[in-house]
């Protein structure tokens, strides 16, 4: 299906996401399809919601209202999932991009991908895990935008240093690091080497994992900087790796 053909709607609960970061995230999206459809959710009547207003014509994103029926209590995050079932059954819709750090709406991305929809996470670093595992691929909104350029893990120079990721605090994600090596393991060649390719591939489908979450431009940096493993370039430009620990059994 070519890149136009691919259709994507754009959900954003804006009470739990913030106004600035908007230009990016339709910019990320559009490497993946067309969004369109452009809904925000929230009471618009709340003052905390002014920053919205510029972003909405701005972007063509079509503000939805939804009322606080309760004191406390926050209904917006179940419009957002009546919409989407219903654009689900009733839309051509190829992929969802849910744009929210609200752990409520991991109920909803499971049945999107159950029948056969892939879903793009947008929030902030305080999403909770649930939520972020559960997208095909999930981006941090404070990542978004930021480009690694060569620098060593100790020196970044274009993205703020708070948030790229350290070789030990990347050692320290035993949930990454047993991805990495799983992936590896599962690629190995006969001279126990695995094509860097091969291994993202295998990655991408077992957790939604994107290298600028932690400070990275792609899998390979993300890679070099645990220091963990053997890399080395072939034929030019192909990219081998292994883990010590890991051979061919």
């Not at 259709?7 to 339709?26: F, H, T």
């Not at 744009?99 to 909803?108: E, G, I, K, N, Q």
């Not at 909104?141 to 020196?155: I, V, Y």
Request: overall charge negative; proline content about 4%.
């Amino acid at each position: 299906m070519a890149l136009e053909d691919h259709r994507i709607a754009l959900l954003i609960d804006a009470d739990n996401a913030p106004a600035s970061r908007i230009d990016k995230v339709l910019a990320e999206v559009s490497n993946y399809g067309v969004a369109n459809i452009r809904r925000a959710y929230g009471n618009w009547k709340n003052p905390q919601l002014v920053n919205w207003e510029k972003q909405l014509h701005e972007y063509a994103i079509r503000p939805i209202q939804q009322f606080d029926y309760a004191k406390g209590k926050n209904a917006t995050d179940m419009a957002m999932t009546i919409d989407a079932m219903d654009l689900m059954y009733s839309e051509r819709i190829d992929s969802f991009g849910i744009v929210s750090s609200d752990a409520d709406f991991t109920p909803l991305v499971m049945r999107l991908l159950a029948n056969g929809h892939r879903v793009f996470g947008f929030g902030e670093k305080k999403a909770p895990e649930p939520f972020v595992n559960a997208c095909s691929k999930f981006l941090f909104l404070e990542q978004l935008g930021a480009t690694d350029l060569e620098s060593p893990p100790d020196q970044p120079t274009s993205i703020d240093a708070a948030i790229v990721k350290t070789r030990n605090e990347l050692r320290m994600d035993t949930r990454l690091v047993r991805l990495l090596r799983d992936a590896t393991q599962s690629c190995i060649q006969e001279d126990s080497w695995s094509y860097l390719g091969e291994v993202v591939k295998v990655v991408k489908n077992q957790a939604s994992i994107d290298p600028r979450n932690y400070g990275y431009a792609t899998f390979g940096k993300l890679i070099s900087a645990t220091e963990l493993f053997e890399m080395e370039v072939r034929e030019g430009s192909a990219v081998y790796l292994r883990h010590p620990g890991v051979r061919r059994k």
